[in-house]
């Protein structure tokens, strides 16, 4: 049987969510047991996220396979509990890469290369090629942006094409738009999707089903209104209303029937019922905590979470595990100093230092964590948080107090964090640094062993510089412990420290591979260090 391709556009404005329906949509489809992936179609020019600032387009997410990806693909698999890779994400960029590549090597010779058909041809190919792999019943394919935008326009003519080629069964689109609310005369208003969908039309694509987003509920008169001005079947109109959690999504699909609507439009079976079980044991936990616990933020980027979004969703699963909920405080680096760190940290029952780049707000993650270090407050080191970790032990323990990475002073006589080797020689910036999952061994002694409970364990990377083995020595007779080392390149992966409570720090991403059915055991553990902490 060939693969079903659903895909999704957005109207009337952006951050609706249409990662999170469609990957609540995925979610009911695999419960009722069809094998169901995402992917993400980019309208940017950026080969990848990879050389973005967080504050454009928030954070970026890695792959098991290194592919440096936007962050919906973190929702999917949060949501499908499987993993994603880099045919899962594709930008304009890479699509014009490589049909640019492909006219240099002649692939087009004599003709004209064109948005129609050959950058089509090639963003179909891209669709297509998840389905032939014969892993997935049905792909699930995300379009970026908002219906209307210039750079949008070859993706809903790739759209269209599909559906005129594939069976009417095979291709589906579903449409998510907005029903503003007017407090004024107290009504939702239909026209802007009414025009989103004529905009849809205009690039030849009907909508199958529209997903409204809403604050307020739709009445069965506005269903059939909507359903009349824009051509589906007023069991095609689904509500969309505010929920709680993203978590919610799922369960509030399965009511509007979401799921059944997709699966007889395309001819498939609903007879099983969808097995929600363990999800909705997840929420019963995450919405009735026994505890309560603070835990700090420290990055550069706090003004806008989304940067930080795989850590706040694995502090929502790891929190749910431990019956607490999670209140994180986003703390920023740059306005901790050591006059007012007690101050700003104080109340606090956890600190997370974040990953990040460069040297802004650098020093502010440093005394944060001399004071969670000193003070007994459990502490959890990420990638550049790891790093800092690594300085402020080497400053404020060994005594270095010129100790830094060469990161942001190539010229310290003590570089504790250094450039990998292999680094050394790259110069170019986009899709170069250390992705993707790697093998890291623990040692049975440490907090980490106990908390994966397991010696042998995979995470997934982003960096360029690493800890400096020249001076692990001088660490481990202080006190520092490298608890988890890559069996290859002998790369410090984990460090920890004996006599504290719980002081975990980590080179790699371990909030990637966080999902709803399977909470990251580190942050599980760091997360129980808190509440322990609260109650000392
Ligand atoms: N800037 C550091 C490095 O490249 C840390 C990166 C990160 O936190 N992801 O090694």
Redesign the pocket.
């Known amino acids: 049987m060939s693969a079903k391709y659903i895909f999704v556009t957005g109207g009337v404005t952006s951050s609706l969510g249409k990662g999170i329906i469609a990957a609540s949509l995925a979610k009911l489809l695999q419960a009722r047991g069809y094998s169901v992936t995402i992917q993400k179609l980019d309208p940017y020019i950026n080969v990848d996220p990879g050389t973005l600032n967080p504050y454009e387009h928030g954070e970026c997410y890695v792959t098991e396979d290194g592919a440096e990806t936007d962050l919906d693909l973190g929702h999917y698999e949060r949501f499908l509990n499987t993993p994603t890779s880099q045919a899962n994400n594709v930008t304009t960029g890479k699509i014009y890469q490589h049909v640019i590549n492909q006219e240099r090597q002649g692939a087009f010779l004599g003709k004209t290369v064109q948005v129609i058909p050959h950058i089509t041809d090639e963003i179909k190919r891209r669709i297509k090629l998840l389905g032939e792999t014969g892993q997935f019943e049905i792909i699930i394919t995300e379009i970026g942006g908002t219906v209307g935008d210039i750079e949008s326009l070859p993706y809903i003519e790739a759209v269209r094409q599909l559906k005129w080629e594939l069976k009417e069964e095979d291709a589906l689109v579903i449409h998510l738009t907005l029903l503003p609310y007017l407090n004024s005369s107290k009504e939702l208003k239909t026209k802007p999707t009414q025009h989103s969908v004529k905009m849809l039309l205009e690039s030849g694509v009907q909508p199958d089903i529209l997903v409204c987003r809403t604050e307020h509920s739709i009445s069965k008169e506005m269903r059939k209104k909507i359903a009349l001005f824009c051509n589906v079947d007023s069991n095609a109109v689904i509500e969309a209303l505010d929920v709680p959690t993203i978590y919610d999504v799922p369960l509030m699909m399965l009511k509007e029937k979401l799921d059944k609507t997709v699966l007889s439009k395309m001819k498939l079976s609903t007879k099983n019922e969808p097995d929600l079980e363990s999800w909705k044991n997840f929420l019963v936990r995450h919405k009735n905590p026994k505890h309560e616990v603070r835990i700090g933020l420290v990055g550069k980027y706090v003004e806008l979470p989304d940067a930080y979004k795989s850590i706040i969703e694995a502090f929502i699963h790891a929190g749910a595990t431990n019956e607490a909920r999670v209140r994180l405080q986003y703390i920023h680096s740059e306005l901790i100093a050591d006059d007012n760190v007690a101050q700003k940290l104080g109340d606090l029952d956890g600190i997370l230092v974040?990953?990040?780049?460069?040297d802004r707000g650098i020093e502010g993650k440093i005394t944060a964590i001399k004071y969670a270090r000193e003070n007994q407050v459990p502490f959890f080191g990420?990638?550049?948080?790891m790093?800092m970790a690594v300085i402020e032990f080497a400053r404020n323990v060994i005594g270095w107090k010129d100790a830094h990475?060469t990161?942001m002073n190539a010229k310290t006589k003590h570089p504790v964090?250094d450039m990998m080797p292999d680094q050394k020689k790259i110069t170019a910036k986009g899709g170069t640094?250390r992705l993707g999952a790697y093998v890291c061994e623990l040692n049975k002694e440490s907090k980490a062993y106990k908390a994966y409970g397991s010696s042998k364990v995979t995470e997934r990377h982003?960096?360029?510089?690493?800890f400096n083995n020249k001076f692990l020595a001088d660490f481990e007779q202080a006190g520092l412990v490298v608890s988890g080392t890559n069996p290859d390149t002998k790369l410090a992966e984990i460090v920890e420290l004996k006599n504290h409570p719980y002081f975990l720090a980590v080179q790699f991403?371990p909030e990637y591979r966080s999902t709803v059915l399977n909470p990251h055991p580190l942050f599980i553990r760091f997360v129980k260090a808190a509440v322990a902490f609260s109650q000392s």
Do not use: D, N, Y
């Open positions: 974040a990953p990040g780049f460069g990420i990638c550049l948080g790093q990475s990161e964090i640094m982003r960096h360029r510089f690493e991403h």
